[in-house]
Every structure is written in C-alpha cells, then in structure tokens.
C-alpha cells in the first residue's frame, strides 16, 4: 500500500537531515569530548569509529527497515511484521519515549536559559559564581519548570506541522545552522594561545589510558549517541518514500553524525586548554566552564549566543524526534488528529516531567534508591530501556521478519553475500554488543 504524498520525508535528504538531527543530542556536545580526551584520545576514537560503523549502522538500518516495511510506528510496525506479541514489544518504545522526554525536557529548558543568559548578559563570570548560578536556576521551582514548559511547547510546536512542514522543514534550517555555528566556534577556540594542545588530547593516541572499561565506554556512547533502542527510527522509518535507499541513507546518517561528535570536540576541547579549564567537567562543561571561557573572550557574549544556539539545536531535534515516536503511535493506534495527539501527548508529558524539573530543588530529598526522580529516570532509560529496545528491534528484523525486511535493501540485492553479512552484524554482532553495554551499565 502506498503512503500519501504528505505523509512522506520529500526525499533522501530531509530524511537524512532528521534522523541526523534525531541522532545528534545534547550527549554529543559535552560527553562525546571529554570522554575521548579521558579515555585515551585516538585510542579511544579508533574503536568508536569501527563501532559507529558496525553497531550504530546494524542497529540504524534494523530501525529504519523495521519502519519502512511494517508502514507504520514502532506498535504497528512490529504489529504488522511480527504479530500481536511484538506489538506488545513496541509499547516499550511509546513508554521510553515518554520517559525521556520527562528528564531531557529538563536539559533542554536549561539550554533555553542559557540562552536568554546570553543574550541579556550573564550575572557571573567566574567557574565558582556560574556554578552558584546554575543551581540557583535549577533549584528554583518556578524558572525551571517555565524553561521546561517553554522547551516542550517548542517541541510540540514543530511536531504538530507534521513531517514535512515541521520535522523535514525544522531539520533543513537548523542542521546547517548548527553546522555553522559549531565551525564558527571551532575557528575562534583553534586561534586561542595554547589551543593546539586540546587538539592532541583529543586526537593523540595515549594507549596508557585505554582499558577494557573504556572498550565497553566506547560501545555505551555509540549505542547511545544515535538515539537507538526507543523506536524513533522506526518511527521515520515510516515516513520514507520508496525511492529512497536505506543502505546508503544509514551510511550518511552515521557519517554526518559521527563528523558532527568530532566537531563537538574541536568546539570545546582546544578552549578549555587555551583558558586552562578541566576538560573532564562532564555537564558542568556546558553550563559553568563554557560560558567562563567566553567571558574572557573578546566578543565573547556573542560566541555564548552561538553556543547556545547549537545546544537549543541539538536538544530541539532530538526532543522532536522523541515525541514523534509517541504522537506516531496515537494517529495510528488511537486515530487521534495529530494537533490533538501533540496536546494530549504534551499535557501527559508535563505532568510526568515536573517531578524531573523540581528534583533540583524542592523534591532534591526524594530519592529511589538513592537516586533522585531525574536520576532514576535516566537510568531506567539509559541502563534498561534503550538496551532492551534495541535487542528486541535487532530480533525481529534479523530473524522473526527477515523475508519480509531483507527484501528493502534493493542496492544489495544481487549481492547474498552482503545481505548475509548484515543479517549476522543485525542479528548476532549487534545483540551480543548491546547485552555487553546492559551488563556494564548494570554493574557500574
């Protein structure tokens, strides 16, 4: 059955430009640099490079696939590929879609007031005064609940404009904007005295620092970094005309993603070296290290403006990426209008988000074991959720829905032996990696 014209990406770029956008969220800007300079620079990037193309790729191309010929979401995809008991399955995606969107709101209504910081002027200019800062606006109920809700309506508003006019067309303006900005940022850190030494910590290989800890470090960030396991590839997947070819598609998305993790660290590393800030500040590099680096800046409020704009980017598109996944599921499960699925979807999300917002502050003592409500929530997502999701996309498509996925990949279909080696990386290569990253997630 073919899909209205409407209903569809307008061809192979905006289709790439999304899931890229959908892939690049805020991890990439401050945890993919520090995590490589850490972890032993080259030697780091060397195995996170053959992992982007080998479990990124199968775990991309199993999604994308899975939407493509099952024509619809994550639920009715697997609905129409596996049968009833895999629908059941895809309900994991709709509820991690969910709870992601409860704690990254969090993050992305923070990008928000950093923006406006910037924009007006920060208060404070020095590493301990925007530390204070950052917990004054984070502890405060009222700004960081309005920073949430004013991120989320963002969100929903372009969702609701559907794949064309809101998620194609928000993706063509602001992927290359993001690009922009970030070489911008690149170009000013590099000319700072003392900027090349933040090069080699991220692209000199020191083989001391790497171990089998940072093995599994360098599988976790890849699984995580192009947004896999909760079905909003599938979910684009969908939205994809017959011309456009998968194989080569995941080949860009996983290209211009891992390019744009790189710049992220030529964006902040070589600066850090240059005004002697700690490369390993994890989020405190976005919104304390950063914003004092560019207060010794010449024109520095206007590199912050610019910094910024690339987080609100990057928390924007992966956000719009999320929500679609479950707005997707209510037009085709509840056959609910989509301005109406964005605000029933929104209003649930507000509700299960502000707890996430208030644990900063108000609700800073209620913990489940041990973990405050924003915690909790990020590792049920990140240490079982997304792991689960992405072993159960790699079985249907590798094994219980093979004759019906394999058939997509037209390009390769005069060629077995290819088919044969992506059915083992999807279906063996994949799984046995991804239950490595649940176990070590786990433990740790």
Same mark, same amino acid.
């Given at each position: 059955?073919? +899909?209205?014209?409407?209903? &569809?990406?307008?061809?192979?770029?905006?289709?790439?430009?999304?899931?890229?956008?959908?892939?690049?969220?805020? *991890?990439?800007?401050?945890?993919?640099?520090?995590?490589? %300079?850490?972890?032993?620079?080259?030697?780091?990037? #060397?195995?996170?490079?053959?992992?982007?193309?080998?479990?990124?790729?199968?775990?991309?191309?199993?999604?994308?696939?899975?939407?493509?010929?099952g024509k619809g979401g994550i639920v009715t995809a697997y609905r129409n590929l596996g049968g009833p008991f895999w629908s059941v399955? %895809?309900?994991?995606?709709?509820?991690?879609?969910?709870?992601?969107?409860?704690?990254?709101? !969090?993050?992305?209504?923070?990008?928000?007031?950093?923006?406006?910081? =910037?924009?007006?002027?920060?208060?404070?200019?020095?590493?301990?005064?925007?530390?204070?800062?950052?917990?004054?606006? =984070?502890?405060?109920?009222?700004? =960081?609940?309005?920073?949430?809700?004013?991120?989320?309506?963002?969100?929903?508003?372009?969702?609701?404009?559907?794949? +064309?006019? *809101?998620?194609?067309?928000?993706?063509?303006?602001?992927?290359?904007?993001?690009?922009? $900005?970030?070489?911008?940022?690149?170009? &000013?850190?590099?000319?700072?005295?003392?900027?090349?030494?933040?090069?080699?910590?991220?692209?000199?290989?020191?083989?001391?620092?790497?171990?089998?800890?940072?093995?599994?470090?360098?599988?976790?960030?890849?699984?995580?970094?192009?947004?896999?396991?909760?079905?909003?590839?599938? &979910?684009?997947?969908?939205?994809?005309?017959?011309?456009?070819?998968?194989?080569?598609?995941?080949?860009?998305?996983?290209?211009?993603?891992?390019?744009?993790?790189?710049?992220?660290?030529?964006?902040?590393?070589?600066?850090?070296?240059?005004?002697?800030?700690?490369?390993?500040?994890?989020?405190?590099?976005?919104?304390?290290?950063?914003?004092?680096?560019?207060?010794?800046?010449?024109?520095?409020?206007?590199?912050?403006?610019?910094?910024?704009?690339?987080?609100?980017?990057?928390?924007?598109?992966?956000?719009?990426?999320?929500?679609?996944?479950?707005?997707?599921?209510?037009?085709?499960?509840?056959?609910?209008?989509?301005?109406?699925?964005?605000?029933?979807?929104?209003?649930?999300?507000?509700?299960?988000?502000?707890?996430?917002?208030?644990?900063?502050?108000?609700?800073?003592?209620?913990? $489940?074991?041990?973990?405050?409500?924003?915690?909790?929530?990020?590792?049920?997502?990140?240490?079982?959720?997304?792991? #689960?999701?992405?072993?159960?996309?790699?079985?249907?498509?590798?094994?219980?829905?093979?004759? +019906?996925?394999? &058939?997509?990949?037209?390009?390769?279909?005069?060629?077995?032996?290819?088919?044969?080696?992506? +059915?083992?990386?999807?279906?063996?290569?994949?799984?046995?990696? !991804?239950?490595?990253?649940?176990?070590?997630?786990?433990?740790?």
């Amino acid at each position: 059955m073919a +899909r209205p014209k409407e209903k &569809t990406f307008t061809g192979k770029a905006g289709f790439i430009l999304a899931s890229v956008g959908a892939a690049i969220g805020l *991890g990439a800007i401050w945890k993919f640099p520090y995590m490589a %300079g850490a972890e032993g620079g080259a030697a780091f990037l #060397i195995p996170y490079i053959f992992f982007s193309f080998t479990l990124a790729f199968g775990l991309l191309l199993a999604e994308i696939t899975l939407g493509k010929a099952g024509k619809g979401g994550i639920v009715t995809a697997y609905r129409n590929l596996g049968g009833p008991f895999w629908s059941v399955l %895809g309900y994991l995606g709709i509820l991690i879609g969910f709870v992601v969107l409860s704690f990254y709101s !969090v993050v992305g209504g923070w990008c928000l007031m950093y923006l406006f910081e =910037s924009i007006v002027g920060f208060s404070a200019s020095t590493p301990q005064a925007l530390g204070s800062l950052f917990g004054e606006l =984070s502890s405060s109920p009222s700004i =960081s609940v309005c920073a949430q809700v004013g991120f989320l309506a963002l969100v929903g508003f372009v969702v609701a404009f559907g794949i +064309r006019g *809101g998620i194609e067309l928000c993706s063509k303006i602001l992927m290359p904007l993001l690009f922009i $900005f970030m070489c911008i940022l690149i170009v &000013t850190g590099l000319c700072q005295p003392g900027a090349w030494k933040g090069v080699e910590y991220l692209f000199m290989p020191d083989f001391s620092k790497f171990s089998w800890k940072a093995l599994l470090d360098a599988m976790g960030l890849v699984f995580f970094s192009y947004s896999v396991g909760a079905g909003c590839m599938v &979910t684009y997947g969908a939205y994809i005309d017959k011309k456009t070819d998968l194989i080569s598609s995941t080949f860009w998305i996983v290209t211009l993603s891992l390019l744009i993790s790189l710049m992220a660290g030529l964006m902040i590393l070589p600066a850090n070296f240059a005004f002697g800030m700690d490369p390993a500040a994890g989020p405190g590099l976005t919104f304390i290290t950063m914003p004092a680096i560019f207060s010794m800046l010449p024109a520095g409020q206007f590199f912050a403006i610019v910094f910024f704009c690339c987080l609100v980017v990057a928390a924007l598109t992966s956000a719009v990426s999320m929500l679609e996944i479950d707005i997707t599921w209510m037009v085709q499960e509840l056959k609910l209008s989509r301005p109406v699925a964005v605000a029933v979807c929104l209003i649930f999300m507000l509700i299960l988000s502000v707890p996430c917002a208030l644990s900063f502050g108000v609700l800073a003592d209620v913990k $489940f074991f041990g973990k405050t409500v924003f915690d909790s929530a990020d590792f049920l997502v990140s240490n079982l959720g997304l792991p #689960i999701g992405g072993i159960i996309a790699c079985m249907l498509c590798a094994w219980t829905a093979w004759d +019906r996925v394999h &058939t997509e990949w037209t390009t390769i279909a005069a060629y077995p032996t290819r088919v044969k080696i992506i +059915r083992l990386i999807i279906g063996v290569f994949c799984p046995a990696l !991804v239950l490595a990253v649940l176990i070590s997630g786990l433990i740790n």
